[in-house]
């Protein structure tokens, strides 16, 4: 699609519900000599058609794709099933650590946050394509890298259980204080910054 490519050239397929994201994606990326995009679709049965047909070495895939579509943790295991010679970069709009450990478990090569810049997505395919794991700045691939303490996990357990920072006080014989500082610590650890935030990730959490 991209016109010509070389030996070298990387072959790359798109998989993302968003028109704008995706087309900007593949504008920027088929203009890059290194890189041939032999896909850009909005479903993932389209991908599975192209890598079914076409040798691809990353796909770019989006990790909240529409309503009638898989979600990624669902996603990523059968891609990696029925093509483990495909490199997986996940594209996401939102990044915590929990997320990103539960896509690396599932398969994906590397994660690329949408809040990035433009040319940070070049950079994740060659690195993906190299086989080096690509995460964003400031997170870790692994959830042991996070070492949570017993107190902290409790905490957020208690907190997803709808207790406040008081009633958790309360619960464990601690300062109010104290269970803040934990808290907060937990929170920075996992990359999440509300406690919306930690709701929407309960599942991800629930092994700790």
């Not at 070389?6 to 890059?32: E, Q, Y």
């Not at 464990?172 to 929407?200: C, N, W």
């Amino acid at each position: 699609m991209s016109g010509q490519a070389t030996p070298c050239t990387l072959k790359i397929a798109l998989l993302d519900d968003h028109d704008v994201v995706r087309h900007g994606s593949f504008v920027h990326l088929s203009c890059d000599p290194r890189f041939d995009v032999v896909g850009s679709h909005a479903h993932s049965r389209e991908l599975f058609d192209t890598l079914s047909s076409t040798h691809v070495d990353v796909a770019v895939v989006d990790y909240a794709l529409s309503i009638d579509d898989l979600p990624g943790l669902e996603l990523l295991p059968l891609l990696r099933t029925q093509f483990p010679w495909v490199r997986l970069l996940l594209f996401t709009a939102h990044c915590s650590q929990v997320l990103l450990s539960r896509l690396m478990d599932a398969g994906a090569s590397g994660v690329v946050s949408k809040t990035e810049r433009l040319d940070a997505l070049a950079v994740a395919v060659v690195h993906v394509a190299a086989g080096l794991c690509r995460l964003p700045d400031g997170f870790a691939s692994d959830m042991d890298a996070l070492a949570l303490s017993r107190s902290e996990r409790e905490v957020l357990r208690l907190c997803l259980a709808g207790m406040s920072v008081t009633e958790i006080a309360h619960h464990r014989h601690r300062s109010i204080k104290t269970v803040s500082t934990q808290k907060h610590t937990a929170f920075r650890k996992l990359g999440l910054r509300s406690d919306g935030e930690l709701y929407m990730l309960r599942h991800q959490l629930a092994p700790l």
